[in-house]
T-cell receptor
Framework: KAGVTQTPRYLIKTRGQQVTLSCSPISGHRSVSWYQQTPGQGLQFLFEYFSETQRNKGNFPGRFSGRQFSNSRSEMNVSTLELGDSALYLC??????????FGQGTRLTVV | KQEVTQIPAALSVPEGENLVLNCSFTDSAIYNLQWFRQDPGKGLTSLLLIQSSQREQTSGRLNASLDKSSGRSTLYIAASQPGDSATYLCAVSRTNSGYALNFGKGTSLLVTP
């Protein structure tokens, strides 16, 4: 079956712009989580959505937001980009407290 | 706050060796623990999932154990191969935070021919 699909794979944005990343989970998976990975901080949890509701949120500023659609696809948005937002953004899908499957990530570079 | 630590941070071994990667966590109230591998610039590949009620899981040359009471897990890789070279990450799902994963910083493994 198809895995977790993230688009786009690479993005270059300018400081102050905003960006939207997309994640399509594995069919049947209703939980989608987002993570930011940087060399200094490692993998940090951003937020989790389940059945279109944000169930959990990490310690990130309000510039980071997300949503989930009725087909479980999820988007995350970062507004007013800063240089420090440059990172690999990963999403994971799962069904309940089961194995999490990750996409290939979106590499965001802010210049 | 859950802290996950992985030791060592980096490891280099010759091909064929058996090796152990360590993971420790501070809060034993977990749903499960998952081991991943990550190749440079890529996403995470799930290796093994251990539920909190289990003691170990095996997949091929990989064996992961979990001692929830002491907050420890180990990943054992038998007969290592150059293709095993990657970063290995462990992550725990806590019972009071939905299904959010707390990750360690990883162990970077290099297996030399």
């Amino acid at each position: 079956k198809a895995g977790v699909t993230q688009t786009p794979r690479y993005l270059i944005k300018t400081r102050g712009q905003q960006v939207t990343l997309s994640c399509s989970p594995i069919s049947g998976h209703r939980s989608v989580s987002w993570y930011q990975q940087t060399p200094g901080q490692g993998l940090q949890f951003l937020f989790e959505y389940f059945s279109e509701t944000q169930r959990n949120k990490g310690n990130f500023p309000g510039r980071f937001s997300g949503r989930q659609f009725s087909n479980s696809r999820s988007e995350m948005n970062v507004s007013t980009l800063e240089l420090g937002d440059s990172a690999l953004y990963l999403c994971a899908s799962r069904t309940g407290a089961t194995e999490a499957f990750f996409g290939q990530g979106t590499r965001l570079t802010v210049v | 706050k859950q802290e996950v630590t992985q030791i060592p941070a980096a490891l280099s071994v010759p091909e064929g060796e058996n090796l152990v990667l360590n993971c420790s966590f501070t809060d034993s109230a977990i749903y499960n623990l998952q081991w991943f591998r990550q190749d440079p610039g890529k996403g995470l590949t799930s290796l093994l999932l251990i539920q909190s009620s289990q003691r170990e899981q095996t997949s091929g040359r990989l064996n992961a154990s979990l001692d929830k009471s002491s907050g420890r897990s180990t990943l054992y890789i038998a007969a290592s191969q150059p293709g095993d070279s990657a970063t290995y990450l462990c992550a725990v799902s806590r019972t009071n935070s939905g299904y959010a994963l707390n990750f360690g910083k990883g162990t970077s493994l290099l297996v030399t021919p």
